[in-house]
Nanobody, 121 residues
């Protein structure tokens, strides 16, 4: 069974740092783009950062300069390093990956289960 599993969430004080991980498991032949999203209570899920298979990255304006997305293809894992955290970064963070599950390049999108990040003031 192909799946993405996030880890690394927790409680941190404002100004602190956390690093989230998103690991793919199961029979996959590669990973295309991966995105990190977050959803705060009462708000819509929003894209925070994404990274292509080639390593190109994009960030939302709210996190640019503070968050860094990176990937380790050998470990099928994508990371989100979050620095200078603010209370408004509090949310459930999800990763979404386009996983290559077929020998001829067929792929499908998968979401992780989410990990809670809480930033106290």
């Amino acid at each position: 069974q192909v799946q993405l599993v996030e880890s690394g969430g927790g409680l941190v004080q404002a100004g602190g740092s956390l690093t989230l991980s998103c690991a793919a498991s199961g029979t996959i032949f590669g990973i295309n783009a991966v995105g990190w999203y977050r959803q705060a209570p009462g708000k819509q899920r929003e894209l925070v950062a994404d990274i292509t298979s080639g390593g190109s990255t994009k960030y939302s304006a709210s996190v640019k300069g503070r968050f860094v997305i990176a990937r380790d293809n050998g470990k099928s894992t994508t990371y989100l390093q979050m620095n200078s955290l603010k209370p408004e970064d509090t949310a459930v963070y999800y990763c979404k990956g386009n996983l290559i599950t077929g020998l001829y390049g067929s792929w499908s999108s998968h979401w992780g289960q989410g990990t809670q990040v809480t930033v106290s003031s």
